[in-house]
């Protein structure tokens, strides 16, 4: 993976390490190879991270689908 992609992912929040005392259920975890076959592992905390709500989408979806009926 190149280096300015695992600097996007710790712009969102991924780190290499937990803090001290962490509990590892409050975090997401995901692996991502480098180009030379090294394994990273990143931590986000879960609290962290948005939770996507598409009611909206879906709504206007919906009366697009039924649109075209």
């Known amino acids: 993976m190149p280096e300015n992609k695992l600097h996007s992912l710790e712009k969102i929040g991924y780190s290499k390490s937990l803090p001290k005392e962490a509990d ?3 975090f997401e975890s995901i692996e ?3 180009k030379s076959g ?3 592992r ?3 905390l879960i609290s962290d991270t ?3 709500d598409d ?3 879906f709504s ?5 689908f039924n649109s075209y009926l």
């Open 55 to 57: 009611t909206n989408n």
């Open 24 to 26: 590892i259920n409050n």
């Open 60 to 64: 206007s979806s919906w009366d697009v």
């Open 38 to 40: 090294e394994k990273i």
């Open 42 to 44: 990143l931590y986000r």
């Open 32 to 34: 991502v190879t480098k």
């Open 50 to 52: 948005n939770e996507i």
